[in-house]
């Protein structure tokens, strides 16, 4: 059995649900007004921008639409539109904050077979990459070393979204795009 250490995850894993009763995790984060807490770290008119809480990456985030729905053509014009300027300004935000040689961004549509773990709300996943960013941990051992903690880099990225022309950055929550 692979063992990777990550004490910061234990606040994740003993966090209170505070709205069991919706169904959706990405409906119930962009309900809360505990930004830091959920990793949600920007927000504009139709979606926000959430640090995955299992990244593959440092700076590995999810760009979500407000609109509940797995279908991409459920989506109406000012929905996809503000969702391609976020997910723009995300790939802005990270070059800043990590200076990554590249990205991996792409939708997992359809369900389980697309290998998503949720299917039911549609999503973009934006992951910084690296040259030279595989290493032999994967190679030898199926594992995969994260070099930063998801807190440090929500800090990082939260800086530099509010860096950008046109946002405004609460202290206690996500920094607005508007």
């Not at 904050?97 to 299917?119: E, R």
Request: net charge negative.
């Amino acid at each position: 059995m692979d063992k990777v250490f990550a004490p910061w995850r234990i606040e994740w894993v003993e966090r209170e649900e505070t709205n069991s009763d919706v169904d959706c995790v990405f409906c119930a984060f962009q309900a809360q007004d505990d930004d830091r807490t959920n990793n949600l770290v920007a927000r504009s008119d139709h979606a926000f921008v959430l640090l995955n809480n299992y990244p593959y990456n440092p700076g590995h985030v999810m760009v979500i639409p407000h609109t509940h729905t797995g279908e991409y053509g459920d989506l109406d014009d000012e929905t996809l539109l503000d969702h391609a300027r976020l997910k723009q300004r995300t790939f802005d935000a990270l070059e800043t904050a990590l200076s990554p040689d590249a990205f991996n961004a792409g939708l997992n549509l359809g369900g389980s077979a697309a290998g998503g773990s949720i299917d039911d709300h549609l999503h973009t996943h934006v992951v910084p990459r690296w040259n030279g960013d595989t290493n032999f941990m994967p190679v030898i051992s199926d594992t995969k070393v994260i070099v930063e903690a998801v807190e440090e880099t929500y800090d990082r990225l939260y800086t530099a979204f509010a860096s950008q022309d046109g946002t405004t950055a609460p202290e206690d929550g996500a920094v607005r795009i508007e």
